[in-house]
């Protein structure tokens, strides 16, 4: 702090000196002058040499005042601060407790605080610290003779943990703290970019069906018997050798199908399913035409898997199995009157399936399919059909089909 007065101090004199001058008069010019010229003698001047004194005397209590500014007040102070805005604040402590005390390097401070407490510290200066150093600095020998008591020294602590900010006063200014930057990860501009991946949304498709079947019998001759509900044998017969004439077995359903992946989906429902068949016969020795009808309730268990997907259409296969339950087993004899007997069937009928499928969309929702396959149905205690004599069939489902 001191160094930085006396810089000052110095550059002050010497822009105060640098354009001094003195004005010599008209008078000593032509002494000059005479000098120069042999023949001229030269002007005596009275009172020259006494403003040549004035001005060396002059010169000479400057130089002697600088000399004793210098040396009495420009001595070696060994300072320890580090940090003058807090020495500043020890200065005032030591002042107010009226004890000397030694300056050690203080612990650094938050840059909240040195935004808020350098121009304080710039207009105290720590004059009285420097002067209690300079009297501790002397020898020892020369304080005892002097009667003074030694001044205690302090020592330096190193700061273990920077000083906390203290917090905002109204009226003080604080600093703002540097912004971290953040720097963005370089990309490969010749990178390929990766298709964006949609997240699966479970999908829910319900349908209406109508299915028929081949009533193509295999030719296989009817067996005595074969056609009747079990437990019941003796009522209705059938005439040995004669055929019946199978109508087209029906089927009506609805369903819901339900994807599991993208590609797979689970569908299931209820289907209603009419076989017919006449042939000639009697009952309980009547003879005549004998009208057989069965229906059934079944439920259909299929996986399906698209093959082929657009926005018009869309291919696939699938495949499954179903449960029937008969609840109509009903023969009648056409005469007059009419003879109707209805006979309970308690065994499920077994079958299973397999087939491709294609759907074309006729709305946003709305589409129609086709799924042509094969179905096998498993032989068991059941009144003879078209399935009992041709276990094989070949199916063609057809439907309207609302996806949402």
């Not at 060396?56 to 130089?63: D, I």
């Amino acid at each position: 702090m001191q160094d930085t007065e006396f810089e000052k101090f110095d550059l002050e004199m010497r822009s105060m000196l640098a354009d001094a001058e003195v004005k010599p008069s008209r008078r000593v010019w032509k002494g000059v002058s005479a000098r120069l010229d042999a023949d001229a003698a030269p002007v005596a001047n009275p009172w020259g040499w006494m403003k040549w004194a004035g001005v060396s005397l002059a010169a000479v209590a400057v130089a002697v005042a600088c000399v004793v500014f210098f040396s009495g007040t420009r001595t070696s102070i060994p300072t320890k601060i580090f940090n003058q805005p807090q020495a500043d604040m020890l200065a005032q402590t030591g002042e107010a407790a009226g004890a000397p005390t030694d300056v050690a390097a203080p612990a650094a401070i938050p840059a909240s605080e040195v935004g808020s407490t350098a121009p304080q510290a710039a207009s105290r200066p720590a004059v009285r610290s420097a002067r209690l150093q300079v009297l501790d600095s002397r020898p020892a020998q020369a304080r005892e003779v002097s009667g003074e008591q030694p001044v205690p020294e302090t020592v330096a602590q190193p700061a273990e943990q920077p000083q906390q900010a203290p917090a905002s006063e109204p009226g003080r200014q604080t600093t703002r703290q540097p912004k971290t930057r953040v720097t963005e990860p370089v990309t490969d501009p010749f990178a390929v970019p990766e298709p964006e991946r949609k997240a699966f949304k479970p999908r829910l498709a319900l349908y209406a069906q109508g299915s028929v079947g081949s009533n193509d019998a295999s030719g296989r001759p009817p067996l005595p018997g074969a056609y009747m509900a079990p437990g019941v044998q003796d009522e209705f017969s059938e005439v040995l050798g004669s055929s019946s004439t199978y109508g087209v077995p029906f089927t009506l359903g609805l369903g819901v199908r339900v994807y599991l992946a993208p590609s797979f989906s689970l569908g299931t429902g209820v289907d209603y399913s009419l076989l017919t068949r006449t042939f000639t016969g009697g009952y309980q020795g009547t003879p005549g035409t004998v009208s057989h009808t069965i229906q059934y309730i079944g439920i259909p268990v299929r996986l399906y898997y698209d093959i082929l997907t657009s926005d018009r259409i869309k291919f696939y296969t699938y495949g499954g199995g179903e449960v029937e339950f008969c609840i109509g087993n009903k023969y009648r004899l056409f005469g007059s009157p009419d003879i109707v007997r209805d006979y309970k069937v308690n065994s499920p009928l077994f079958s299973v399936g397999a087939g491709l499928g294609v759907e074309f969309r006729l709305g946003r929702t709305l589409g129609l399919y086709l799924d042509p396959g094969v179905n096998y149905y498993f032989p068991g205690n059941q009144p003879r059909s078209i399935r009992t004599d041709k276990p094989l069939m070949l199916n063609f489902d057809a439907g309207l089909r609302f996806n949402f």
